[in-house]
């Protein structure tokens, strides 16, 4: 009895590492935080953008709208992981052969 007492135990503490490691990566995570480094990355280069820049853009400052826009992508992955967390994978016991509903008893 403690044999099958310590298994079962094991089994739960995998299973709970298994859902840890699943929500971790997670490929809303992923995506949302590339998004939002990227986002970084490209509104700062569009807020110091110089005026020969702006002037071959027809003064439309591309980089700033674009790192603006991947700062709300990646915040809208970020906030759709918050909101609906990956469920935990449930396992169901398998039946023993003669069991269950498809078993043919009278």
Do not use: C
């Not at 490691?21 to 986002?39: E, N, Q, S």
């Not at 110091?48 to 700033?64: C, G, H, P, R, Y």
């Amino acid at each position: 009895m403690s044999d099958e007492y310590e298994y079962q135990r094991r089994v739960e503490e995998l299973e709970e590492k298994s859902a840890t490691a699943a929500r971790l990566f997670d490929v809303r995570r992923i995506i949302g935080a590339l998004f939002v480094i990227y986002g970084i990355l490209v509104t700062i280069a569009g807020i110091t953008v110089s005026e020969a820049d702006l002037k071959k853009a027809q003064n439309i400052n591309i980089n700033l709208w674009t790192g603006v826009s991947m700062l709300v992508v990646g915040l809208l992955f970020l906030l759709w992981l918050r909101l609906r967390p990956t469920a935990a994978p449930h396992t169901t016991p398998e039946a023993a052969p003669g069991e269950g509903p498809d078993a043919g008893g009278s």
